[in-house]
């Protein structure tokens, strides 16, 4: 039987995540070596699936075994209640090495809208 989506997703050796009790972006290194030169593109929809915004930060080094926060999710106040956000963790040749999505509401948990 093959692995759940997001089991295998959260199980990734190398990943992005929205921390969404604090709205920090976070980059989780399982790898016993450090990782350097990275960076997260993360990027706002509104309901109504049009852009809000999309923001790239730098990740100067992720050591071995270790959760960073990265930077901080930055949502217009003029968008829609509910957002969706994608992120993406980038190697120094902008190559993808993780990549996420979450559907948020303003109201954190409430959709039912």
């Known amino acids: 039987m093959p692995p759940l989506y997001a089991v295998k997703k959260a199980a990734e050796t ?3 995540q929205l921390n969404e009790a604090n709205g920090a972006i976070e980059v989780v290194n399982n790898k016993p070596a450090s990782l350097s030169h ?5 990027s706002v929809y509104g309901f109504d699936g049009k852009l809000n915004g999309v923001n790239t930060y730098a990740v100067a080094q992720v ?8 930077a901080q999710i930055d949502v217009s106040s003029r968008i829609s209640p509910l957002i969706s956000s994608s992120l993406d963790l980038l190697d120094g040749d902008g190559q993808l090495l993780s990549t996420n999505f979450y559907w948020q509401n303003v ?7």
């Open 14 to 16: 190398v990943h992005v």
């Open 63 to 70: 050591p071995g075994s270790t959760t960073i926060k990265a």
């Open 38 to 42: 990275l960076s997260v593109r993360s």
């Open 107 to 113: 109201a954190q948990d409430d959709f039912t809208g």
